[in-house]
């Protein structure tokens, strides 16, 4: 069967994310919009995926609990998992390999946890941003080991993506997907960078804003729609 999916949205714990951006209302839009599956991926975060999934659980939606990882290259990669458990236990080990910056609010802007009732639950103190000490040469074995898959995010941005940092993808590196931001460049940069004709290609919104969730257009096809499938679809 087809399930349509967007497999990278912010919530307001993100600091770039918009107060809207709330566990409910991104659930709720998704539904709206008609997507089968989403992820919550937070910057160096996972902090919000338990309301979003108790609330995908009440909706209909299946909410993966994920992170936007902010590498040592200042490289975004996409990190999702089978279980809140898994996505806390690496959420806990991200936490201990990232720069402590207290956050400005006032700047950056807030970085909130919210419940299911989409109630202000804490805040994050240290800015999420930037660079952890992961590297993007083996996140995705070090996410593996946690029960997800690791993806490298929109690589056809010119900033914050393995190929504007890196120029090419290492194979060594292991990804068996990577992420596009806009599907009509999928030709083009399949045709400078050969190893994506052998990788799963996926599109996401990236959304920080409820406006900037897009209508379902890609999907994936399984057989039946659990997170488990759809990370090792990813992963294979």
């Known amino acids: 069967m087809k399930y349509y999916y967007d497999l990278h949205l912010h919530s ?5 994310g918009d107060m809207d951006m709330t566990p409910n209302n991104i659930v709720n839009m998704a539904k709206l ?6 992820a919550l991926t ?51 080990y991200v936490d201990d390999n990232r720069v402590k910056i207290r956050n400005r609010a006032e700047i950056y802007g807030r970085q909130v946890i919210m419940n299911e009732n989409d109630e202000e639950t804490g805040e994050v103190e240290h800015l999420l941003i930037p660079a952890t000490n992961i590297s993007i ?41 990577a992420e596009l931001a806009d599907k009509s460049r999928e030709d083009e940069l399949k045709q400078a960078h050969p190893i994506l004709n052998n990788m799963k290609i996926v599109t996401d919104s990236d959304a920080h804003y409820l406006e900037n969730m897009r ?22």
């Open 12 to 16: 307001c714990l993100s600091p770039c």
């Open 215 to 236: 209508d379902p257009s890609e999907y994936i096809e399984l057989d039946e729609l659990t997170r488990e499938k759809v990370i090792e679809y990813l992963d294979s």
């Open 137 to 177: 040469m083996n996140v995705r074995s070090l996410v593996k080991q946690f029960g997800g898959v690791c993806m490298p995010a929109h690589i056809d941005r010119d900033s914050l993506s393995i190929l504007s940092v890196l120029g090419e993808i290492d194979e060594s590196c292991g990804f068996t997907t």
């Open 33 to 38: 919009l008609g997507f089968d599956v989403i």
């Open 42 to 92: 937070d910057h160096n975060s996972s902090l919000n995926c338990e309301a979003a999934m108790r609330i995908g659980e009440e909706a209909g939606i299946l909410v993966i609990p994920g992170m936007e990882l902010t590498t040592s290259e200042d490289i975004h990669a996409v990190c999702l998992f089978p279980t809140l458990e898994k996505a806390l236990e690496w959420n806990r």
